[in-house]
Structure formats: C-alpha cells, structure tokens
Nanobody, 126 residues
Framework: QVQLVESGGGLVQAGGSLRLSCAASGRSIRSITMGWFRQAPGKEREFVAGIWWSGGNTVYADYADSVKGRFTISSDNAKNTVYLQMNSLQPEDTAIYYC????????????????WGQGTQVTVSA
C-alpha cells in the first residue's frame, strides 16, 4: 500500500507561483508512476502532469497542454517526494490538486491510478 501526502497549496495572485509536494511512503516512487490531477468545482478531475522511471535511471514526464511551459514536475528520490512547480498561475488553475500513483506508465488517466492523496487547494485570484 502507498500513502501520499500533499502540501504546498494556498492562495496566490495571477502570475504568481506555488510548489506542491507529494510525499510518498510504502513504495519507492521510482517503481511506480506518479501523477498530479486537479478538480475544479463542477468539473471532472483532470490530468495535470505525470512522471515515471524506466531502465533504472531514465525519467519521463508528461503534461497537460494547458500547463505545458508553466508547470514542471520533478522528484527528490532520497525524500521519496514528487513536486509540482507551478508558475504563471491563472485563475483557471484554481482547483483541488491531487497526487496519485499507479502501476502503469500512463499517468494521464485517473481511473488507472490506485492510490490518492487527500488533495490540496490552490486558489488563484485575478
């Protein structure tokens, strides 16, 4: 079993930045796919960014089109933690952000994720 704990959400003005953290326990993040998803009020949960490892040290990342060039997913393997650096935030980025993990290399489908964190609120004011 994997436990995920997110942190780093908050209120920021448009154009600002936040960094979310997702601390994992129970398995090494290098052995599983890690993803960030978000859900705004009245909307479905959507993929934001994902990261996975292959061949030992090769790391891969994927991003939703809406966040490419603004968000960066990274990891600290020693801390078993994945980060989401969010720059140039806009009001439409307002949502609850969830960290999730699953056994498959595709991080984009929330139904393929097995474990979820509790979520952290990100609010971007205009």
């Amino acid at each position: 079993q994997v436990q995920l704990v997110e942190s780093g959400g908050g209120l920021v003005q448009a154009g600002g930045s936040l960094r979310l953290s997702c601390a994992a326990s129970g398995r090494s993040i290098r052995s599983i796919t890690m993803g960030w998803f978000r859900q705004a009020p009245g909307k479905e949960r959507e993929f934001v960014a994902g990261i996975w490892w292959s061949g030992g040290n090769t790391v891969y990342a994927d991003y939703a089109d809406s966040v490419k060039g603004r968000f960066t997913i990274s990891s600290d393997n020693a801390k078993n933690t994945v980060y989401l650096q969010m720059n140039s935030l806009q009001p439409e980025d307002t949502a609850i952000y969830y960290c999730a993990t699953g056994p498959y290399r595709d991080p984009t489908n929330p139904t393929m994720m097995t474990y979820w964190g509790q979520g952290t609120q990100v609010t971007v004011s205009a």
